[in-house]
């Protein structure tokens, strides 16, 4: 028996009695209670959508995208296509477990990986924090509960390690689930333009989908292009430009999430993440808002009250930025400077797993050595910006 959720991007969304078991799990049933853009409501009032659906609708996507590329009858072992397709499928549905209250906003505040007991240097990060639910927490042992007998496993979802007749599909899986051209970003970019209500760039993600291929290249399987969509997949990048520079680090989410940061540093137990998973999932966005309304803290109160700092001047040159701080600073005017910064695409580092491009002469290059097109989305997009405490506007002005 299939269920079907009713979802605004696709129409329909197909879930098995499985899967529908494993969303109704509390784990999961936490993320409707996670906004998919954090403070990005103060700018669009409707983009108040959670990671729960963007989560079903990245299932929805990645399975598009394996349908496209897979059939089950090029696979002998019919049993192994449907695994694999499966484990797909659940990689994108828990791909988000991890969030933090208000998204991206309070990654800064993650504990560093050592102490989630993870040999590796640095922050944590949402994705650290989804690979414990998903091995170590109760959600686990509902997935080996459910999906036991197919031979799908938590650490299976987190590898997706599959090897059929000596080839390994572990790259294409995996470029599904995170890459510059994956199921991820083609759900957000559409449901957040449709939540926010942007019209930008004329752009049909199913046209670049079906331009997908897979390509294989010494025992192992790669997501490909065909050259003809080449220029499809720059209009995507086009749209992700669009929606990073006038959506997601839009100068009034930015001041927001700037102001809820000075709270947690003027407030040092206001707000902490837990390393243990158990007391992890029991925070939300609602928990943290409603600790700020009952606060006394000033910053707690421009956040719940809606006065923020205002903007003084955006997009102006680091140069600039800083002797405009610096004669802010000597008039004791109160003002918060941010850099905000992010990469478009990031299929030309080195480390990343390269996305092949299929030339009309049966070539198969990857991206890097076919066209130099991309190089400007390689650079990051960096935004800085100044603002000043609503009392100090009049004088602010003066100075600037």
Sequence with gaps: MIFQIKDPIYGFIDINPKELKLINHK????????????FVDQLFPRAVHSRYEHSLGTMAMATYIFDFLFKEGDFENKNAYKQMRQTLRLAALLHDLGHAPFSHSLE????SRFELGICKEGKANHEDYTRILIENSDISNRIRHLFEEEGITPELIITLNFKINGITYQPILKQIISSECDADRMDYLQRDSFYCGVKCIKFNIFKLLKS??????????????KSESVLNLKNFLLFRHYMFSNVYLHHVPVIYEEMLKRLLEDCDNFFKIPTDPNDFILFNDFNLYQKMRFSYNSWA??????????LLMDKISEF??????????????????????????KSFDSFSVPIYIQTGKGLELPLRVYTNLFNNYSTSIQFNRLYISPE?????HRIS
């Design 27 to 38: 784990i999961f049933q936490r993320l409707y209670y996670i906004k998919q853009l954090g």
């Design 108 to 111: 800064f505040r993650m504990p």
């Design 212 to 225: 997908f291929i897979a390509i294989q290249n010494n025992g192992a399987i790669y997501l490909g292009i």
């Design 301 to 310: 109160r421009r956040i719940t009250q809606k006065k923020p700092y205002l």
């Design 320 to 345: 600039s930025l800083n002797i405009i701080s610096k004669k802010m600073a000597l008039k004791k005017i109160n003002f918060i400077k941010t850099k905000s910064r992010n990469t478009i695409f």
């Design 392 to 396: 100090d506007k009049r004088r602010a």
